[in-house]
């Protein structure tokens, strides 16, 4: 079952996998909101997440954590043209099984719902080196961590009560894996303005960089 808001890239990805005779596109979604019907429609072997959709459309980790707790059993690839290092490792943290950049070949594409459908994880070598040198919440070594089950709630109020509303609201769609001028425009507001408050906002928290700021909402769940 397929998610993306591009609709070249859900046909390009429903004719390449329903050329192969082990698989097939049992469901093409744009919205949210309508691949909960095919969920509830459809023996699922696995499950194609874009990161990013249109505004006001639930994706990311918050899409991410809902599809695990409907439906755990479901093996998650997100497919997307999001590369942040730190975004990608909170989302195995949530529960995703694999990850694949759009850049990718599609045999890779290909190999990873396979990979996935054996109840195996897929993740290339690239972005595993990468994301092992990366300083973990846990203590445990593992790169690919258990998924998070305290509530989104939590980071919500600690940013609340720590920065001004629009400085907050940034940090939390960075902190969802949108880009400046994803924030901008899903705000409605200028790339300089929303370039202010994430620095401001970063300030007030103490950090600078990215990586701290991921680093700082894993500190959250401790």
Known sequence: MLLD??????????????????MQVVGNFSRSIDLWYGLQQFDVNVLVLDYILDNDEV????????VIAHYPNIPILVYTSM?????????????????????????????AIRTLSR???????RIYTELAKIPLR???GA??????????????SRLDN??????????????????????AKKLKRSNKTISGHK???????GIHSELELFKYHDDLFL
């Open 5 to 22: 808001d591009h609709p070249m890239i859900r046909l390009s990805m429903e004719m390449v996998i329903n050329k192969q005779q082990d």
């Open 59 to 66: 994706d990311g980790l918050s899409l991410i954590k809902q």
């Open 83 to 111: 590369e942040n290092l730190a975004v990608i490792r909170v989302a195995f943290q949530r529960g995703i099984c694999g990850y694949l950049s759009k850049r990718e070949d599609p045999d890779c594409y290909l190999q």
């Open 119 to 125: 109840g195996q994880r897929y993740i290339p070598e």
């Open 138 to 140: 846990r203590c445990d």
């Open 143 to 156: 790169v690919l961590d258990s998924p998070l089950s305290e509530q989104d709630n939590m980071i919500k």
């Open 162 to 183: 720590l920065l001004s509303p629009r400085e907050a609201e940034v940090i939390r769609c960075i902190l969802a894996g949108m880009k400046n001028s994803d924030i």
């Open 199 to 205: 620095q401001s906002g970063m300030r007030k928290l």
